[in-house]
């Protein structure tokens, strides 16, 4: 479906995307393009609003 952030600290890079999964969606953070976290659901929006949860924890860690 698409990129929701990419965000830098340091070298590093954290990506968050949004993909197609067989009970609705699946969003996934990689840092450095290693699997982090992700989490799947048939409520996009509600996953939206985890995804922007993981962005901000993020950035309250100095991630930009």
């Known amino acids: 479906m698409g990129e ?3 965000l ?3 070298r590093h890079v954290a ?3 949004m993909f197609n999964h067989p009970i609705g969606a699946e969003i ?3 840092i450095d393009e290693e699997m982090w976290k992700t989490n799947a659901g048939r409520d996009g929006l509600e996953l939206f ?3 922007a949860q993981w962005r901000q924890r ?3 860690k ?3």
């Open 4 to 6: 929701l952030s990419r």
């Open 8 to 10: 830098r600290k340091d």
């Open 15 to 17: 990506t968050c995307t």
């Open 28 to 30: 996934r953070c990689d």
């Open 49 to 51: 609003d985890l995804a």
């Open 58 to 60: 993020f950035r309250e």
């Open 62 to 64: 100095g991630w930009e």
